[in-house]
Structure formats: C-alpha cells, structure tokens
C-alpha cells in the first residue's frame, strides 16, 4: 500500500495539538470569521465574591446585619446569616465607570480595557460540580473540557507547542477532568505545566513533563534516533506498512524537536527587569502569580491556542483560594493583593505587544458569593452562590469598558441578560471563530457539543 | 439523521435473532469473505511471530527465551495447541483478560468526579474479575453475578465481590440535591449495564424515548425502579475463606506475643543500675504519684507535644548492657531511648499491658548497648504520648549471656507484630457490594427531572428488544429477573455483543466496529454470518469463553500471517500492544517484574487532595511497584501516566475499544522517561551477562533471534556509542531504542 501524505498527516496529529481543523474534521461548516485567535483564561479557584468585587450593590449596606428581605429556593451550600455589606468600599473607575473594589490597586488602570459580565449563572453549588461545569459543560458526567474542544476545532498554529496548556492546574474538583479530552481524541487534552497538585504547584517549579533528559546528551538521542529510523526502514521493507509505523517514528523526530522549544518558552531569564516589575514578580507576595502570568504571555506569543492560569493555592484559614466561607476580609485581601499586579500586568504587556486585540482574556471563579453571611462564621465569610455572579473578558474582539447583564439589588439572581455555563461557552467558541452549534463530535452513536443542546453567544458584547 | 420510529428500529439487525451461518466453520466463512473481497489469505505466520502473538493475546506477557526455543524445537503436529492450552491454564490468563473486561466494567480504586475519594474495597471486584476468568465462569453465570451475586440461590459470599459491579461507579459526590444524586447514580449503573452487556445506550431514554433504538422512557423507568430498589455499600464478608487469612495472622500474633514475653523473663544480670524513672536529670515530662501512678510514682505526658526525659549515668563496669524500662500501656505509645544520643532500637516503649494502671506495671526489654566506664545520658523520649513509665534499669551482662542473642530476636519479633497487625487491619474483609433496598417502582421523570414525576411503571426490562418480557417481580428489585432475561439464549444481543468483545480483544478490532454500541446507530457487522457462528458455538459451549479462545486461536484464520494495512481482512491485523502489556514486558524484560499475585489489596496511593508533591510520591510508587500492571490502582483523574500516555481508558465510563493514539509526548516518554532509561540500563546489564548478548536481547523484546544485519547494525551502534561514554551506557542506549521501537510496542 502507498501511504499518502494526508493519510500520515491524519494518523500523527503532527505536532501536539493536531493540524488545523480543516484537515481533520470532515468539515469545516462550524468557522465562523474569528475575533480572537486564542484565549487565556484565569482560573480563580473557589469562587471570588462578586458582590465584593465588581458588582456593586447598595442595598447590602442599608440591610447589613439584618436577614434578606426575601426568601428564596435554597441555591446556597450551609445556612444562610444575615446581610452582610462588603468590607470594602466600591467605586466608579476608568472612563467607562466600570465598578471596582477599593481592593483593587492596579487594575483599574485597565479598567477600559474589561468587559464585566454580571449575569453568569447556573453552576452547581458544590465546588466539584461548578468546576466541572464551567470547564467541561457539564457538572456530572465526563465530558471533554472547552480547552480540548477549542484544539479539536481549530487545532493550533505552532506544531512544537501544544494546543491547550494548563499553567499549574489544581487536582481537586474533577482534576485533570478540567482539562481532559474525555472521549476527543487525546491529543486535544490540556497539558499540565507543573503537575497538578493542591495546592497547584509554583510556577518556579512548573515543567512540561519528560522534556529533559539528564542522562542522555543530543548525540545520544541523535543515534537512538537514526537506529529507528534504520529498523523503521527494515521494517517497511518486509511490507509491514501500516501508517501507525509512519507516524510513530515522524513523533520521535517531532518529539526531539519539542525539546529545544519548550524551554525556550518557558525561560524567564531574558525577561528585561520592567517586565518582571510589570507583572510584580519583584515582589514576593505577586512573584508566583506574576511568574504564572508572564509564562502565560510567552504561550501567546508563541500561539498556543487556550491557555489556562489557575489561582487555586489554599489559604491557612480556607481551603481553596478564594473559598472564603469565613474570614472574607482577610483571605480576599490576600487573595487580590496576590494576582491584582500580575493580571493588571498581563493585560498591559498584551497591549503593548498588539496581542490584546486578538487574544481573549477571561477572569473568574466556578461560582461567585452569597450576599449574606454563612451562618455562624467568624470573622464573618460569605457562601457559595452560582445563580448571579460576575466574570470578565479583555480583549479577543469584546466590548471594552461595557457591562453585560444585571443581578438583583441584592446581588442574589442574574435577572437581565442572564449568561448560563453554555452560553459562556458559546460566547467563547464564537469569539474564537466557532460556531458551538457546529462543531460536534460523535461519540457513542450521538453527536457531542461543548454546549449540549443549550447555549446562546452574548452578541452584546461582541466588539 | 432522521428519528426512527419504535417499529422501524426494531427491524434493525442486531434486534433480531441470531442468522443461520453459512458455513459451521469459522474458517470457511472467513475463506468466503476474503474471496468475495478479491484478495488472497496471507500464508501462515512463522513459529516466532505466533508464539509471541499467543503470549501477548492470551496472558499479557511476552514468552521467554526459553520457552520460545522449546516451541522452535517442538516439531509435533500440535505444538501450538499445546501453547494455547499451557496458556489457557495459566493464572497470568486471568490477568490478561480480566484486565480486558475492566475496561468496560470502567473499574477505577476511587472515585473520580467531583470527590475523588478511595475505594478501598474495589480491589476483591478486581479480584472476583481475575478469577473468574481463570476458572472460566460460564458467561452467563458471570454477568447474573456482577448483577445479582447477593440473590443467587443458595447464596453464596464468593458471588458477593462480583457486584462491586454496580457500585464503583463514579458518582457526584457533593451533589446537595439527594433525590437527583440518587437518579444520577441509578442512571449510571443502567447506562453501564446497557453499553457493557447488550451495546445499547440505554441512558438516552432518561429524558426522552430513545431517539435511534427502540427503548421508551417507559421502559428506562421500569428498569430504574429495579435500581431505586437496590442499594450500594460495603459488605462485610464473615466466611471462612475470607476470614481464614485474619485467623492466621491472629494466631501469628497471639506467638510472637508469647515469644516477647518469654524472653522478658529473667536472665542473669549483673551490676544491674535500677532507677526510678520519674529521678530525671532533665526533661519535659510530668509525674504522677496518684491515680496511674499511685504508690509508684510515674512518668507521662501533657496530652501534646513532643515528651522527654533524660538520665545522667554513670557506669562503673564497662561492657555489654541491657536496659529494660518498666512500664505499664494499653495502647502502644512508641517512642524512642538514646543512649548519648544514639537510638538503641526501633520501635521502642511498645508493649502493652493490658491498663494503664500501678498493677500492670511490668518489665521489658528495651535494648542492648556498649558502654565504656564513665559518664553516659540516657534519653526516653515519645510523641505526643508517653507510655506509664515506672522505672529503668541497666544492667552488664556476660558476653555468652543467652540473653544477648535474644534480644535481637526481639527487635524482630517487634518489627513483624508491627508488620502483622497492620496485615491483620487490612485483611478486614470488606466488599463494595449492593443489595435489595426498599422495593418500590419508580415514577417517570419528565424530561429527566428527577423532581417532576409522571406515572409510576412497574419494574421491568426492554419490551423493544429481546424476548419474552416480564416484570419484575413484587418481593425484590428484580435484578436476578433482569439477569435472567438478559442471558436468555434467545436474547439478540448478549452473545453477539461478547463474542464480538472477544474477536475485538484477541485481534484489535471487532467484528462490528462499535463493541459498545450495537443500536442503529453504531456501525454494521463486517460478517454477520461469522459473528452470529461464533454467537451460537458460545451459548451451544455452555458459554464457556476458554473454549471460545481455544476455536478461534487454533483457527487458520488467527493464524495467518501478518497484514499491516488498516481494514484488511486477509490476515492477522498489526496493532499495538496496551500500555499494561508494554509495562509488564518492560519490567520481565529487565528482570524486575514479581509475577505473584501481590500480598495486599491495593497501593497506598492518595486519591483526595493530593498535592504535587503527593501526586509525585504516587508516581514513585508506581514505578517502584514490582507486581503485574492489573494490580496497579486505578485512581481515577490521576491514573499512572505511563498508562494515560499510551491511552489506558478513562476509568470513568465503559470502553470496549481504546484509542490508539500517536503523539509526540509518547515519544518524549519513550526517550526521556527516567523510569524507562532505568529499566533500560537493568535490561542491558542482565542480558550483557549472558553467553549471548545480541541475541538474548533480541528474543526478549522481540521474541526472535537478531538477524546478521542487526547484530552487526548494533555491534556498530554501541562502539559508537562506546566513544562518547563507555560500554554500558553504549548498551543501555540499545536497550533503550530497541524497547522504545515499534516491534517492540506492536503486535505482529
């Protein structure tokens, strides 16, 4: 048997995230024209509070201390206390007036660039189950994450680098799950800088596995290679010609290859000190998550197409990062006072190097904050609340300055323009040039989307 | 594509029974196929390429050199059948097959999902499983007991592991809706029964009649009231069999107990120093001369902390001592004695005596220790807790003493109680296992909502597909009944779904290229006369799968040479080996590998929380672990990478056919790997020992001797190599490549 070029394209996926799609899938019906090329999203694990952050609602300090003046179906974990105001002042910033914690220091710097998204809702209350949907779509079952389905629809443009990089992931809460390929093909799955760990690992210590060797030098890989390619030819030669073979020793030369372009994307060193300051990495409170940041831009750069940062260490007082069931003044002050340079950094640096326009930035957690106090929490802390809380987008082709959507005065329901999971997600896909209705796999005798049966893209947001 | 209506779907192939072959002979309807397909058969494989195809296909592991130059000279007539039946009885069979089935039973040592907590019982399924192919369990008795082992009459505790099938599923762990985390779990063990026994996605119809194969709503409902009457959990197992190995440990324990205690009986001492313990130099403790330490005066700890004392003296007759400390425990409190601060033995201060009290006060030896004349310090020391000390006493003992001997015997004794007692914890029998809850029919959820109930439905099974239905019935949940109906020999769908399993495992692709899915949606039969021959030779065998091996493997169709072009039939198709077959010959290759079924239920490997430098600890632990690659635990979201790489299936949902995947960071495994460069260099050391080097390596990996031009190929390769470094690393090198090539990781 002859093997064609495409056939052997087809089998090896050259490169770790596969060609572009076109080639892959037997159509490409599902490309809309896109306004991002890639997406960074940062992941704050536990659940920032929204109330406290960006949603500004008055109301909390008129009934601060007294219970919700309304009652409503259980959407919350433990038992409901009473109103609780937030700590902090907000104010108005940028031109756009976007709404601001004071906690905020640096990111109002940048406010005009964000897009708030107010009214993302319908995750499930527990962290395992929120998790899973906002990663995958789907809170029980197993389903591919939207970094798999992103590579297995438009693949990636550098063949040395994966498509989907998770920058230390976090293993709870579906774990690699949250960036697995489930049923795709394995080759669109995240791979992990760092393994994953909770508290996720530091970026200092974040690698790509197996890509050095400290026991083999290049000529002792050069040799290794050239005997395979020897038998490898033997072997075609008797007639065994199956492509698998083909592809296999074409990995090997890839593989090589990949080992002198990930450490190049991954050295810092040549970083110039304004860049290291920008993202805060002169600072230890802000030198991890700026690290994290920073690898996340030299990822862009290089066109890897998602690109996952997670804010997920654990604090003394609360498990997860952000998960402050109690001590809320404290823990989100640290939790800010962590990634608010960094992120401010990112988006500056990003401008600054014409990659903001077609990269999309996303902020935020699974869920976001009751209002009220967790019951008997002291110093007081708030629970988790997935039915109104708020995200942000920069970037990749949205509105910048603009506020999307609305939750009641008390910050409890989204109530206008209400963004589900799905809709996130199609908002994502169709930012990224997909069209989420579209692109489907078949798996089990049905097709698969990202977005079930559901989902609709915010087009008010659209830039 | 367009919905098909409940009757039109039920003219669908696979719902109807079994065809009347063409030819009783899986040969001569294999010979018809590849004629009408216009192509010749490929001749016969040779000796080499079939022994290492049996090996791998039926236990999992390649043959040795020994046993394949004892196959080359074996010139008898039935030498390969000889082969198959050694290998069918061989207890690395079940290993092998087993392996295969948990695939689709998605068998994982945790949970998965949300909360990945440990099931530390899973292991006896797995077990059950092993077994069960090794005593070639009729299939139909197989699946009746991961179904309803606990309702078999007369009932039977062996059968009871069996039904960890229903419970190792992943549920939601948190899920905060109890009515929903219950329909969720019962819709996973029928989606799991629907795809694994009859290829059927029987989950569809939750919400909605099933939009493809003919399964109502109604009928999800009248299956999932067998499953809402059912209930998950761990057994206890009291039998004999289970119970036996615990017997045997307390037995153990009760004489090394005994043992202890003799040797603490009276030797002769001489200059014995005897002091209170509570006269300290210096320390932390706390003495108590009331309660505890009534009348004697004792030494303990403040509830926390780290507790010590610390004893000046002075020894006036140099030589051996003993130091013996009187003490009275309940639980063991260990700790430490140093005697100018060295530590004397393990596990120090860790007799029990039954109270705590004045009256259980009793003597122990410690230790023995060297002391010259002069100035010495003795330091007790225990965390957080102290044992009841009462006194201390040092006292020379001659050279030839008896005692001296014994004492190291009693540092061992020690050390196995210690051992013995955390086997004893662990030889617990326990079970995931279900069992008949209350029994109640379950309301139709609309759309799926577990929370808007339609009619109730009576307990039941398909009515679209099978025969006869029935109901089940109104004293139990039914599911024997639901057994019974699904191993009925005119059932269309079970026997066609395990042969086709079976053709799929020995040659990489089934029959019908959709193992989990035989609906109208999954693909067509390649020969639906070869697949419904072997369907009927099964059930007419009393649904023996060891005979069913034994008729396909001593066909000349499995005999046939190689064929490397995907989709062709004239042949044995090449395919790549699964990642535990790549392991265990990787690590008998190296000499590594512990062939026994291992001691202990599973690894200790942390599944919940685990952090970085957790999940880094769990990878040692895999790579160190010397057993068969079966008995690896499957910790579902963290599963061995070694395996996730070479596309191990997700634990997490059934998977009758894995994915092949090529991707460069396998081959970063293959060449960076420091597990396999390690491997790779005990490899090279092991044959570089023997007469023939070359050759010796060649028939390890690859089950053949090196031909003239790669012995020269590799002679060349490592003065090369040799050059740069030295011999052995020049070997290793080879090792190395050879493992990571493709006639090592293929299948011919």
Known sequence: ?463 | MAVLSVEGSQKHWAFQPLTKPTSQSLDRIVRLEIKAAGVKPTPPADKYTLIRRAYFDLIGLPPSPNQIRAFIADKSTNAFEKVVDELLNSRHYGERWGRHWLDVARYGDSNGGDENHAFPHAWRYRNWVINAFNRDLPYDEFLRDQLAGDLVQPMDEERLPATGFLAIGTKILAEQDPVKKRADIVDEQLDTIGRVFLGLSIGCARCHDHKFDPIPTRDYYAMAGIFHSTTIGDRELTGDKFTAQGKLLKDKLAEITASIADLNRTFTRQHALEWEAEAIDRGNVIVLTNGYGKGIGIIGDRGKGEHWAEYDVKITHPGTHILELRYAAKDARPGQIKIDGKPLSENAISETTGEWGPSNQRWHIEGKADLSLGQHVLRIESKPLMSHIDKVRLSAVDPTNAVLKSVEELHALKADRIKTKAALRNAKPMTMAVRDGQVKNSPINRLGNPHDHGEKVPRGFLTGVGSAVGNAPEKNSGRLELADWITSPDHPLTARVIVNRVWHWHFGRGLVGSPDNFGTTGQRPRNLSLLDHLARRLIADKWSLKKLHRYIMLSKTYRMGTVSNPGAINGFPLRRLEAEAFRDALLQASGTLNHEVPPHSSLKIISQNPTHVTLARNRRAYEEYPYRSVYLPIVRSHVYDLFTLLDFPNATTPVGKRANTTVPTQALMMMNSPFLIKQAAAVAESVRKTKNPLDELYLRLFARPATQEERSESIEFIKNATKRKDERHAWTLLCQTLLASNESLYLR
């Open chain 1, 1 to 463: 048997m002859t093997l064609s070029r495409r056939d052997t394209l087809n089998r090896i996926a050259v490169g770790f995230g596969g060609l572009a799609a076109n080639s892959l899938l037997a159509s490409n019906a599902f490309r809309l024209p896109a306004r991002a090329k890639r997406i960074v999203f940062l992941f704050m694990h536990g659940g920032p509070s929204h109330i406290d952050l960006f949603d500004h609602k008055p109301k909390l300090e008129k009934y601060h201390g007294r219970p919700l003046p309304f009652s409503e179906r259980k959407v919350t974990f433990a038992k409901r206390g009473n109103v609780l105001a937030p700590p902090w002042k907000l104010r108005q910033v940028g031109q756009s007036g976007l709404w601001m914690s004071k906690l905020w220091q640096y990111l109002p710097t940048v406010a005009d660039e964000l897009c708030m998204l107010h009214s993302v809702c319908e995750t499930n209350v527990a962290h395992g189950g929120a998790c899973m949907k906002m990663h995958t779509g789907e809170e029980a079952l197993l389903r591919p994450s939207m970094g798999a389905w992103v590579s297995y629809g438009i693949g990636t443009e550098n063949q040395n680098l994966p498509a989907f990089v998770t920058i230390c992931p976090t293993s709870l809460h579906g774990g690699e799950n949250n960036y697995g390929a489930a049923f795709l093909p394995s080759r669109h799955q995240g791979v992990p800088l760092g393994t994953p760990g909770y508290p996720n690992s530091t970026a200092k210590n974040a690698k790509f596995h197996y890509m050095e060797n400290k026991l083999h030098d290049r000529a002792d890989q050069e040799q290794q290679l050239g005997l395979l390619r020897r038998m490898h030819e033997r072997s075609q030669a008797q007639g065994l010609t199956h492509p698998d073979l083909e592809a296999r020793l074409q990995s090997f030369e890839l593989a090589f290859r990949m080992q002198m372009a990930a450490p190049d994307a991954m050295n810092i060193r040549n970083e110039p000190e304004s860049i290291r300051k920008l993202y805060g990495m002169d600072d230890p409170k802000t030198e991890n998550f700026g690290h994290q940041c920073l690898l996340a831009r030299r990822m862009a750069e290089r066109d890897v197409r998602f690109i996952q940062v997670s804010h997920a260490g654990s604090l003394p007082f609360n498990n997860e990062q952000w998960d402050q069931h109690s001590h809320l003044e404290q823990g989100h002050s640290i939790n800010v006072g962590q990634i608010d340079k960094p992120i401010t950094g990112l988006i500056m640096d990003l401008k600054s190097r014409g990659l903001l326009d077609d990269t999309l930035v996303l902020w935020g957690g699974e869920f976001g904050r009751t209002p009220t106090t967790q019951a008997g929490t002291n110093p007081a802390g708030r629970d988790h609340h997935p039915d109104g809380f708020t995200m942000w987008m920069a970037g990749g082709g949205v509105k910048r300055g603009f506020r999307y959507g609305k939750t009641d005065e008390f910050g409890y329901h989204a109530i206008e323009d209400r963004c589900t999971i799905h809709d996130l997600h199609a908002t994502i896909l169709h930012l990224l040039g997909i069209d989420h209705e579209r692109l489907t796999y078949r798996h089990n005798g049905r097709d698969f989307r990202l977005t079930d049966v559901y989902g609709d893209p915010a087009r008010e947001i659209l830039a």
